[in-house]
């Protein structure tokens, strides 16, 4: 993660509150980030994640909080600071360009409207051409464009506008999937180059686990948790954020003492995360499952109800006990076919369930 030992946050967003009528959109919500970070908001739709994003941008009023950039408060109930006031570069997912002018004039546009001398403009201008590789096209329209050659224009006129804080409101969905790798890696490879600060909303947790330092997982206006991309991949705090990972499956049961039980009683296993008992959930990830053998202590058994082909393994897909499960395997099983396999004990996570 970037160096987070500067003065002030580029960003500090204290007890946001935004309401629609009796719904609250915006639960109190503390988020810090800091120069340099690049963090991902992801969460289903309604999750709040593009208001928390337009809330910093100044696009719309919180009813409550205080949002701070780069050491300047910018909303309160007491000060107010318009969007153009606030310095803060937005790529959408429509790339929002003006079909009438080139990409040059684009670019120079809203530095013109700054009335920014030339000299400045210039320079801004070229080396956002140049870092973007967009040179050669420099005088085409939007119409002669591709969509990801779109996008690219709509992200160096932010990089020309040199934006204290970056916001990318599902800046790839409009594009193609092999267009989206590449493009996607482009554009960290820019935002990492030039330094910036970037909070990246997006529906795809593998895109958000590809381009993030922290991702906070949203929910109903909440944060169930904000950390790295590894630290929720291994240790999801509960069993919405392993839920919502959708790799990941859940099997219901029990946690008791140093075993988890899964429903029925019919299967014990140990596990490695902290103690809990109750109703509780076992998270399993797809490329955990070994041979039964394996694990003797952590057997699973189930009954294949679907095995698809994924260049390096069979996804199988296994009814075991009232659950249905993912798992990467090396050879082919035909969907009928009952396996066992095993968990390793220190891949094993439980969950408190409904948590």
């Known amino acids: 993660m970037p160096n987070s030992t500067?003065?002030?946050?580029?960003?500090?967003?204290?007890?946001?509150?935004?309401?629609?009528?009796?719904?609250?959109?915006?639960a109190s919500l503390d988020v810090t980030v800091h120069r340099g970070e690049v963090v991902s908001l992801v969460g289903a739709s309604g999750s709040g994640k593009t208001t928390l994003l337009r809330s910093i941008a100044g696009l719309i009023a919180p009813d409550d909080g205080e949002i701070e950039l780069m050491g300047d408060l910018v909303w309160s109930k007491r000060r107010k600071v318009p969007a153009e006031d606030r310095h803060i570069g937005m790529v959408f997912q429509d790339y929002a360009l003006w079909p009438h002018m080139?990409?040059?004039?684009?670019?120079?546009?809203?530095?013109?409207?700054?009335?920014?001398?030339?000299?400045?403009?210039?320079?801004r201008v070229d080396h956002a051409?140049?870092?973007t590789r967009l040179g050669p096209m420099k005088d085409r329209r939007p119409s002669q464009l591709s969509g990801g050659q779109q996008q690219r224009v709509?992200?160096?006129?932010c990089l020309a506008a040199r934006p204290r804080l970056l916001l990318l409101d599902e800046p790839l969905s409009n594009l193609d999937a092999a267009l989206r790798d590449d493009l996607r890696a482009e554009m960290v490879r820019l935002i990492r180059a030039e330094g910036i600060t970037a909070i990246y909303v997006t529906h795809d947790q593998a895109e958000a686990m590809a381009v993030s330092d922290r991702l906070a997982v949203m929910d109903r206006g909440t944060i169930a948790q904000f950390a790295s991309p590894q630290e929720i991949y291994e240790a999801p705090a509960n069993a919405f954020v392993a839920k919502f990972?959708?790799?990941f499956s859940l099997?219901?049961?029990?946690?008791?003492?140093?075993?988890?039980v899964t429903g029925g009683g019919a299967m014990r296993l140990r596990y490695g995360s902290h103690r809990i008992s109750g109703d509780a959930v076992l998270v399993v990830r797809p490329e955990d499952g070994r041979p039964g053998d394996s694990h003797p202590e952590n057997r699973l058994r189930g009954e294949v109800i679907d095995s698809a082909y994924q260049g390096r393994c069979w996804r199988l897909m296994l009814k075991v006990a009232s659950d249905v499960v993912r798992l990467d395997w090396p050879t082919h099983v035909n969907?009928?076919?009952?396996i066992e396999f095993s968990l390793p004990p220190d891949?094993?996570?439980?969950?408190?369930a409904g948590a």
């Open 102 to 123: 080139t990409i040059v004039q684009n670019l120079r546009f809203g530095l013109e409207a700054q009335h920014m001398k030339a000299d400045e403009i210039n320079r």
């Open 154 to 157: 709509a992200i160096a006129r």
């Open 347 to 352: 891949r094993c996570t439980v969950l408190q």
């Open 129 to 131: 051409l140049e870092v």
């Open 245 to 247: 990972l959708g790799g």
């Open 335 to 338: 969907p009928g076919s009952a």
């Open 6 to 26: 500067t003065a002030s946050p580029a960003l500090e967003c204290r007890k946001v509150l935004k309401l629609l009528g009796d719904k609250t959109v915006l």
């Open 251 to 260: 099997l219901s049961g029990r946690a008791e003492g140093d075993g988890f």
